[in-house]
C-alpha cells in the first residue's frame, strides 16, 4: 500500500469524535517527539455515506473504510477505533438530511424503490447500515478485559447498585419454539463443498428465486441456517403483553437493531404492530397509504399521521389498555418502542440488572419489568443473571472479580443480522442453501414473513481464536470456559474443532466446556469470591458479555481494555464498548459540558504505542506507551475523570489532567533522556498553569453551543468548542 502510516485514529461519531477533537491534538503533541505520524481515518455514519456516493459529491471523496479494511490485513497495521454508529434506518434517513443540507448532493432513502437509480441508492444506503464497520475492520479475535488500573478504581470508588429482591417481578421472556434457536441448521463443510454456493425459495407454487447467488463458502468453514416464524413470533408478543399486564410491570422489548441491521428491524416492527394492533386492524390501509413502515419505531410512526386526529386518539385509547412502558426519556415520552436503535440489549439489560432489575416507567419512576427477548439463543445469560440475583442479592463491585473475555470475531464470524444473507421472506416455500456442487446443505419449510438468515464461521479464525484462548489462560492461570452449548447444532459445530486443540496442546484440564445458561451462574459464582474467569465465546454472545460484566463490574463499559490481534500481525485497539453516547451531545449543545470519559481512549492509546514499540522495534514507543499508562493511573487516582453535571470538572478537564500527567512521566523516567529533556518544560508549564487552563475550561461552560450538525459537525467550530483554553493550547502546541 502507499500509505503507511504508524497509528490511524478513527474519526467516528458523536460523544466520542468530540472528545477526539480536544485529545488528539495532545496525542499527536506527544507522539511527534518519537517521530510517530498519527493520521486520521473516517468511518463515521457521514463519512460512510458521502464515500458511498463519491459519483455526486464535488472532489476527490476517499472510502477511508475500504481502506482501512486493506491495511488491517497487513503486519503493519495500528489501529485506535473509537465507536461508530451502527446505524438503523432512523438515523440513516437523519444524517442524510443533515448532509443535504449542508449542501451534498444525495438521493433520499427510497423506501420503496422503483426505478433502476432508487434501487442502486437503496443497495449503497443498505451496505452502511447496521455492523457495517466492524466486519471489515475485523481481521483477528477479540482480547477485552478491564485493565488492571481501571478494575482496582472500581473497587475501591465502586459504583452504586440497586437492591435486588427476592420477590422481584422483573424476567426475561422469549420464545419457547419458532425462534433462530429451534430452528438452526449447522455443518462444517468439506472440501468438495467448497466454491459459491446459493440460496434459493421454492414458493408452494414451484416458482424458484435466488435469493443470493455467488455466496462464497470455504473448506472447513461452519455454516449455519435458521429462521423465525412470522406467525409465532406475533402469537408470543401478543401473549408477553397481556402477561405483562396481568403481572403489573413494564414491557420492554430488547434487540440489536444496529448490529443486526436485517432481521431485528423487521422483529422490532413486529413488537410495534402486535402493540397497537387495534390501530392498525382499523386504521391499516390508511397507515400504509400514509408511508407508515413499523419496522422504523412509534416516533416515525407519530411524525406520519400529525394530521390525522382520529389515528391518535385511537393509539391513545390502546396506550391505556396496554401495560405501561419501559422509556428511553420519560420525561419527553420516548418509549421502548420509539425507535428501533434506542434500546440495544446488550447496554439496556445490563444497565436494568445494575439497578436491581428496575427500569424506568412513564411516571418517571422505577419499576419491575418484563425484558422481552424474541429469540432464545442467548435470552438464558440474562434469564441466569437476574434468577441469580434473586437468590443472592446484587453484586458488590468493591470485591468482585473480573471477567475477562476472548471473542471469535474474526472475518466475519457470525455475523448474524449484518450478514448478507439474512431475508424476509416473500413467499411460502421451501429455501435451500445449495453448493457448488448441487449439495444441499440446510433446508427450511417457510412462511410469507418469516426472517431466514445464514451465517459462516472459518476454519483459520477458530483457529485462532482457540490458541488466543489458550494463551490468555497461561497468562492468567485462572478459570477459563468456552460458553457452548452440545444442544445447539452451531456451538457443537465449534465444540468439534475445540476439543481436538485443546487435547493436542495439552491443556484440556484446564478448560471447561458449558452451556451459556450453566456457564453464567459459575462465572457468577466465581467473581463473587473475588477470582477471574475467562469467557471464550462466539462473537454476539462476545458483543452481550463485554457489557454485561463490566456494567455490573465497573458501572460502565466503555472503559474496557479491547485488543484485537490482528491474524497477518499488525493490531486493531478498540477504545471499549459502550456505544457512542447520543445523550452526551445533547448536553453538550445545550450545556457546553462533554461527559463522556475517553480513559478508553488511554488505555488503547498505551496498547498501540506499545504494540508499535514492539513491532517497530521503537523504543521511544515503548516509553510512550508506559508514560501513558503512568498517566491513566494518575486520572484514576486522583479522581480526574468527566463528572456528569454542568458546571463540574468534564471530558475537557481530563484531557488536561491526562497531558500533564504524561508529561511529568515523561519528564521523570530515565529510559529516554531526549523524551525527558522535552517534557520537562511541558511538564513545568502545565502545573504552573493549571489555574489558568482549569478557569479557562470552566468558563466556558453553562451556556449553548453551536457545532453545526450532529452526524457531521463543522470541524472549526467543534475545535473551537473543544478547546477553549488558549493557555493549554499554546503549550500543547
Avoid at 493490531?571 to 464498548?577: D, W
Amino acid at each position: 500500500m502507499s500509505e503507511t502510516p504508524d497509528i490511524v485514529y478513527t474519526t467516528v461519531d458523536e460523544a466520542p469524535e468530540l472528545a477526539s477533537a480536544s485529545l488528539l491534538p495532545i496525542i499527536r503533541r506527544f507522539a511527534k517527539a518519537a517521530g510517530i505520524t498519527i493520521e486520521t481515518r473516517d468511518i463515521s455514519l457521514a463519512g460512510r455515506i458521502l464515500a458511498a456516493f463519491p459519483d455526486r459529491q464535488k472532489g476527490e471523496v476517499r472510502d477511508d473504510l475500504a481502506w482501512l479494511g486493506e491495511w488491517v490485513k497487513t503486519p503493519e497495521a495500528n489501529v485506535i477505533k473509537l465507536p461508530n454508529i451502527s446505524a438503523s434506518t432512523p438515523q440513516l434517513e437523519a444524517a442524510i438530511k443533515e448532509l443535504q443540507a449542508q449542501g451534498y448532493d444525495l438521493p433520499d432513502y427510497p423506501h420503496e424503490p422503483g426505478t433502476d437509480a432508487e434501487k442502486d441508492a437503496r443497495a449503497r444506503y443498505d451496505a452502511i447500515k447496521g455492523s457495517a464497520v466492524n466486519p471489515v475492520l475485523r481481521e483477528g479475535n477479540s482480547d477485552r478485559r478491564a485493565a488492571n488500573a481501571v478494575k482496582k478504581f472500581a473497587q475501591n470508588n465502586p459504583h452504586r447498585m440497586g437492591e435486588w429482591k427476592s420477590d422481584s417481578k422483573t424476567r426475561v421472556a422469549s420464545m419457547s419454539g419458532g425462534d433462530f434457536r429451534s430452528n438452526e441448521k449447522s455443518m462444517t463443510l468439506s472440501a468438495d463443498q467448497a466454491g459459491p454456493a446459493k440460496i434459493v425459495l421454492t414458493a408452494d407454487g414451484g416458482t424458484e428465486t435466488v435469493l443470493k447467488d455467488g455466496v462464497q463458502l470455504h473448506e472447513g468453514t461452519v455454516l449455519d441456517a435458521t429462521f423465525m416464524s412470522a406467525s409465532k413470533l406475533d402469537a408470543f408478543l401478543a401473549d408477553e403483553i397481556a402477561k405483562t399486564k396481568e403481572d403489573g410491570t413494564l414491557f420492554s422489548l430488547h434487540l440489536k437493531a444496529t448490529m443486526m441491521k436485517v432481521s431485528d428491524p423487521i422483529i422490532f416492527g413486529h413488537a410495534v404492530k402486535t402493540f397497537l394492533k387495534p390501530v392498525f386492524d382499523k386504521y391499516g390501509d390508511e397507515l400504509k397509504a400514509a408511508g407508515v413502515d413499523p419496522n422504523g419505531g412509534l416516533g416515525a410512526l407519530y411524525a406520519k399521521i400529525e394530521n390525522k386526529p382520529e389515528i391518535k386518539a385511537e393509539i391513545e385509547k390502546v396506550m391505556v389498555e396496554r401495560p405501561p412502558m419501559y422509556m428511553v426519556n420519560s420525561a419527553k415520552g420516548i418509549t421502548n418502542l420509539h425507535v428501533p436503535s434506542d434500546v440495544i440489549i446488550d447496554a439496556s439489560i445490563p444497565a436494568l440488572i445494575r439497578d436491581g432489575g428496575k427500569g424506568w416507567g412513564p411516571d418517571d419512576a422505577q419499576h419491575d419489568t418484563t425484558c422481552v427477548i424474541p429469540d432464545d439463543t442467548y435470552a438464558p445469560v440474562y434469564d441466569e443473571t437476574i434468577a441469580y440475583f434473586k437468590e443472592t442479592g446484587a453484586l458488590d463491585p468493591s470485591t468482585a472479580g473480573t471477567v475477562q473475555n476472548i471473542g471469535l470475531m474474526a472475518q466475519k464470524a457470525e455475523e448474524y443480522g449484518s450478514h448478507p444473507t439474512t431475508f424476509e421472506i416473500p413467499t411460502a416455500g421451501t429455501v435451500r442453501v445449495i453448493a457448488s456442487n448441487g449439495d444441499v446443505l440446510h433446508e427450511h419449510a417457510v412462511e410469507a414473513g418469516d426472517i431466514w438468515r445464514a451465517c459462516t464461521v472459518k476454519k483459520a479464525p477458530i483457529e485462532d481464536w482457540v490458541a488466543l484462548a489458550i494463551e490468555r489462560q497461561k497468562a492468567e492461570g485462572c478459570e477459563a470456559i468456552f460458553w457452548l452449548d452440545a444442544d445447539r447444532p452451531h456451538d457443537a459445530q465449534l465444540i468439534e474443532y475445540v476439543t481436538p486443540i485443546l487435547e493436542a496442546r495439552g491443556v484440556a484440564d484446564n478448560f471447561a466446556i458449558m452451556a451459556p445458561r450453566e456457564a453464567t451462574r459459575r462465572t457468577f459464582e466465581t467473581i463473587r469470591e473475588g477470582k477471574t474467569s475467562i469467557a471464550i465465546t462466539g462473537n454476539v454472545l462476545r458483543d452481550y458479555l463485554t457489557d454485561l460484566f463490566p456494567i455490573l463490574e465497573l458501572g460502565t463499559s466503555a472503559k474496557m481494555l479491547s485488543i484485537v490481534k490482528l491474524m497477518q500481525g499488525g493490531g486493531l485497539f478498540e477504545t471499549g464498548a459502550g456505544g457512542s453516547a447520543p445523550k452526551h451531545v445533547q448536553q453538550l449543545v445545550e450545556e457546553n459540558h462533554l461527559r463522556w470519559d475517553s480513559l478508553g481512549e488511554f488505555c488503547a492509546l498505551a496498547e498501540s504505542l506499545k504494540f508499535l514499540g514492539e513491532s517497530r522495534d521503537n523504543a521511544k514507543a515503548r516509553v510512550l506507551g508506559e508514560a501513558v499508562e503512568a498517566a491513566t493511573q494518575g486520572v484514576l487516582d486522583h479522581d480526574r475523570s468527566p463528572s456528569r453535571k454542568t458546571g463540574e470538572p468534564d471530558n475537557r478537564d481530563s484531557h488536561y489532567w491526562f497531558a500533564r500527567y504524561w508529561a511529568e512521566a515523561l519528564a521523570s523516567q530515565d529510559k529516554d533522556a531526549d523524551l525527558a529533556a522535552e517534557f520537562k518544560p511541558v511538564a513545568e508549564a502545565l502545573a504552573a498553569k493549571e489555574a489558568d487552563i482549569i478557569g479557562e475550561l470552566h468558563g466556558a461552560q453553562g451556556k449553548s453551543v453551536d457545532i453545526a450538525g450532529y452526524f457531521h459537525p463543522d470541524d472549526d467550530k467543534k475545535s473551537a468548542v473543544m478547546r477553549p483554553s488558549n493557555t493549554l493550547n499554546d503549550i500543547i502546541a
